[in-house]
């Protein structure tokens, strides 16, 4: 793993971002509440797609205690077309959990690990993007991001590619805008190192880089 390419990113990859991030619903706030219900949905479903969800479901339900006295079958009814109805069912069960302590959430990554539905990279998001905490979130898009610039030929699927490019990841985090550095990488995985076709090199800031 080269980490001396991934520390080369960081400022450029920041600059990018600033200029180049899409308008989302979601990014209006660092509500918890707000980022972890975006991150459910977009779980298996592309960002346009889950715009109008997003919106809608905020409607009915626009925080955790108005999730957890939502009846089922309108809850099941607002995630109709999403699919994966199970991600709905955890959220309320999430939800309910949230109530019970007073309705606010965890701040670490440990303790959102523990609430139904939340795996690593959820918990990475909510905990970087809302909390500031130092820590990494790794999807696919980030994988794939790391992989290309540092010429890494590891199986992305494999946990322990997943594992070393996390570490990688973690050494070269920003301390003081890391929510933004998750942010950016999949953003950059998303609309310009992206999965199908080739990718847009002429646009990215790694071009000479990577």
């Known amino acids: 793993m ?3 390419r991934l520390r080369q990113m960081v400022e450029p990859l920041l600059a990018w971002f600033a200029r180049n991030k899409r308008d989302l619903p979601w990014r209006a706030d660092r509500e918890p509440y707000h980022v972890w219900l975006s991150e459910i949905m977009l779980q298996q479903t592309r960002v346009e797609a889950v715009r109008d969800y997003y919106v809608r479901f905020l409607q009915a339900a626009p925080d955790v205690f108005a999730l957890a006295a939502l009846p089922e079958e309108r809850l099941l009814k ?3 077309g999403l699919g994966y109805y199970n991600r709905a069912r955890n959220l309320q069960k999430c939800a309910r959990i949230l109530v019970e302590r007073g309705g606010a959430f ?3 990554v ?3 690990l523990a609430l139904p539905g939340v795996g690593a990279y959820t918990a990475g998001a909510i905990a970087s993007i809302c909390f500031e905490r130092p820590t990494a979130a790794v999807d696919g898009n980030v994988l794939r991001v790391v992989a290309r610039i540092t010429g890494d030929r590891g199986d992305i699927a494999r946990p322990e590619t997943k594992s070393r490019m996390r570490a ?3 050494s070269i985090l920003p301390q003081s805008m890391p929510g933004d550095f998750n942010q950016a990488l999949i953003e950059l995985g998303a609309l310009v190192c ?3 076709g080739e990718p847009l090199c002429v646009q990215c800031p790694f071009k ?3």
């Open 106 to 108: 965890p701040d670490t």
């Open 78 to 80: 607002l995630w109709e």
């Open 168 to 170: 990688a990841l973690l």
């Open 110 to 112: 440990e303790e959102l």
């Open 208 to 210: 000479t880089l990577c």
């Open 194 to 196: 992206i999965p199908a």
């Open 2 to 4: 080269d980490g001396t």
